[in-house]
Structure formats: structure tokens, C-alpha cells
């Protein structure tokens, strides 16, 4: 099923497979997007909910200089622009990173479930709940954290997501992003990024080459990074750092 990983640890077991069945459904059709493509362009008009199923995908805004700031990261499992669905328009940016592969569901689709199906509709809800904590925690991190404690935050939410979605094990994952997404993310240049990286790497609480990312000590560079993973709600049961 395309949605298998929709909100896996954060509430899924609340989902009926009735629920499951109907999201699968409502989905009009899928699309392979290659890397580094604008997929929804800021202040235009959108008509349907995109889910991540494979790849990186991110929001971001850029400044009258062409600087962007990335906003968020998301992967599979994600709505990525879901609160387009009551705003009509998004007030920035979303682009591939990563060859992705989409599932489109139709705002006309929307309407339907949030009329019929409550349960669904409170769990659509949820996600854009938690793409505000989110977005919460990423000010703090932006506001209050030096250089080498935002990368470190940042890895540890990327670990923690990943994990949930059977991406990511034993402090291992994949993810295909550059030093300038890092920056992108975290407002800090590229050279501040590569110095962090390798303080990081030298104090042996991450390595981060070729696309493949290591932690060996997951607490630690929690610790440093100041991550609690509270505001990302998942299931009690589930050790976002295991």
C-alpha cells in the first residue's frame, strides 16, 4: 500500500483498516519526480494533497537574493503540503531532493472524507498539528542553538523520523542530501557545516559521508543537540533513539 508508512508510531494504530482502505483510495494518481524539482510553486493555487512515498522532499522559502532558507525536510510517509488543503495556497515553495515518487489525493477527495469519516479526518489533522510542532522546534533550533548543536538537533530528527518509518537502524540511514541542504536547513554556510561535521566526527558522535550517516552515540549527540523528541508524538512505546 502506497500509505503503509502514513503516520507509522505517531497514532497509526488508531487508524482503522476501513480508514486505511479509504486513504488508499482516495488517491488519484502517482508520480515519479526526478531530483531537485519545484514540485508546488508559493502563492498558486493547489488542488490536490501530495504523500511522500519514496525520496527527500523540502519547503522552503528564498530571499530577494536568491538565499533559501529550508523550512523542512520531509520523508516518506509525509503529507508534504497537506495544510494547502484548507489555505488553497502555500506561502512558499516545495521541491524534490531526492528522486521521489508521489501519491496525489484531490482536495474534492478531502471534502468527502472530512464529511464522512471523522476518525480520518482527526488523523489528517493530526499531521498538520505535528508539522506545527515541528516547524516550533526548527525556530528554537534556528534561534538558540549554536552552529554545531543544529546539525546535531537536525541529524537526530532525521534519525528518529527515519526509524519510525523503517528507514533508519542501529544509528544508520541513508539520506541523500548535501552540506548545502544541511546549511539550507540549519542557516549556517556550507564551510560552517563541513567544520561542525568534522568536530563531530573527531569527538566520534557522527560521520556523515557519501550520503550514508552513523551514529554511534545517539544520547550523546542528543545531549549536545539539546533534541528532545517530544514534539514529534510518537506512540510511548517506540525509543525514537533504539
Request: glycine fraction near 6%.
Amino acid at each position: 500500500m502506497l500509505t503503509d508508512k502514513f503516520l507509522l508510531n505517531r497514532r497509526r494504530r488508531e487508524l482503522t483498516d476501513e480508514d486505511l482502505h479509504i486513504l488508499e483510495t482516495s488517491i488519484a494518481e502517482t508520480r515519479d519526480v526526478a531530483a531537485r524539482k519545484l514540485v508546488v510553486h508559493a502563492k498558486e493555487p493547489v488542488h490536490v494533497s501530495t504523500l511522500l512515498v519514496e525520496g527527500v522532499m523540502c519547503r522552503y522559502m528564498d530571499d530577494k537574493e536568491g538565499n533559501r532558507q529550508i523550512v523542512a525536510i520531509h520523508i516518506p510517509g509525509d503529507f508534504v503540503d497537506l495544510h494547502g488543503y484548507p489555505l488553497r495556497y502555500l506561502d512558499h515553495d516545495v521541491s524534490t531532493i531526492t528522486p521521489c515518487k508521489l501519491a496525489c489525493v484531490p482536495h474534492q477527495r478531502l471534502n468527502e472524507i472530512v464529511a464522512a469519516r471523522p476518525n480520518l479526518s482527526r488523523q489528517l489533522w493530526f499531521s498538520t498539528l505535528l508539522d506545527a510542532a515541528m516547524h516550533r522546534e526548527w525556530t528554537f533550533r534556528l534561534g538558540r542553538l549554536s552552529a554545531m548543536q543544529r546539525i546535531a538537533h537536525l541529524f537526530c530528527e532525521l534519525y528518529s523520523r527515519m526509524r519510525a518509518v523503517g528507514l533508519a537502524k542501529d544509528g544508520k540511514f541513508d539520506l541523500a542530501l548535501n552540506q548545502g541542504d544541511v546549511g539550507e536547513a540549519c542557516g549556517i554556510t556550507s564551510v560552517h557545516v563541513n567544520r561542525a561535521l568534522r568536530s563531530l566526527r573527531n569527538d566520534g558522535l557522527m560521520t556523515f559521508r557519501s550520503k550514508k550517516v552513523e551514529i554511534p552515540d545517539r544520547v550523546k549527540l542528543a545531549k549536545l543537540g539539546e533534541f528532545d523528541p517530544s514534539y514529534l508524538f510518537f506512540d510511548s512505546d517506540f525509543d525514537p533513539l533504539g
